[in-house]
């Protein structure tokens, strides 16, 4: 049983599964692009800086980032509270080994999905019993998405982490 308990003793107790996206929740594609090549955290979606959009930016670096990127400052909280990480992710299949080789190195064994933002709405849709912390602007309904607080995501109205401390608090009530 992958996620964390929902309920109480004194109601009938049931299972949700907290599923996590991979990019902005756990891995930190954005610190990598500021640390290496200065590129500012976007305040939209799909950004261009110095003349180069996301995807250009991971070209000039050779692809490298999918491996190289380190960590968010949410990982350790979630690596703490969930022993069966779940990841909801979408990737290109060009960067699917290299993603699979990052989660190795840093979750290990856990549930991996590769689904786009549509998948993932219809697996929530079909999952009563699932949660997803996300950090994509993209979905039709927020229902049962915690959004990572990002500048480009903040014209969306959902439950939202702003800090660490917030996610922790989320995963021990969830966890009763």
């Known amino acids: 049983m992958h996620g964390l308990s929902w ?3 004194t109601t ?3 299972f949700i599964v907290i599923a996590f996206d991979l990019d902005g929740v756990l891995r930190d ?5 500021r640390t290496k090549y200065g590129v500012p955290l976007p305040s939209v979606w799909f950004f261009t ?3 180069l959009g996301f995807w250009e930016w991971a070209e000039f670096d050779n692809n490298k980032m999918p491996l190289l990127a380190k960590p968010t400052k949410y990982y350790n909280t979630i690596r ?7 990841i909801w992710t979408h990737q290109y299949p060009h960067w699917r080994p290299l993603t699979k080789l990052w989660i190795k190195k840093y979750l290990g064994d856990c549930t991996v999905r590769f689904l786009t ?4 709405r219809a697996r929530l849709d079909r999952c009563k019993d699932t949660i997803l912390i996300e950090d994509c602007p993209n979905f039709k309904s927020y229902d049962r998405i915690v959004l990572i607080d990002k500048p480009y995501n903040r014209n969306i109205k959902a ?3 702003k800090k660490v401390g917030q996610l922790e608090k989320l995963l021990l009530k969830e966890g009763k």
């Open 49 to 51: 800086y110095k003349g």
């Open 29 to 33: 594609l954005q610190g990598y692009l």
């Open 80 to 86: 703490k509270h969930c022993k069966n990480i779940e």
């Open 117 to 120: 933002t549509k998948q993932k």
């Open 12 to 14: 009938k107790e049931m």
């Open 159 to 161: 439950k939202r982490i």
């Open 7 to 9: 309920g109480n003793k």
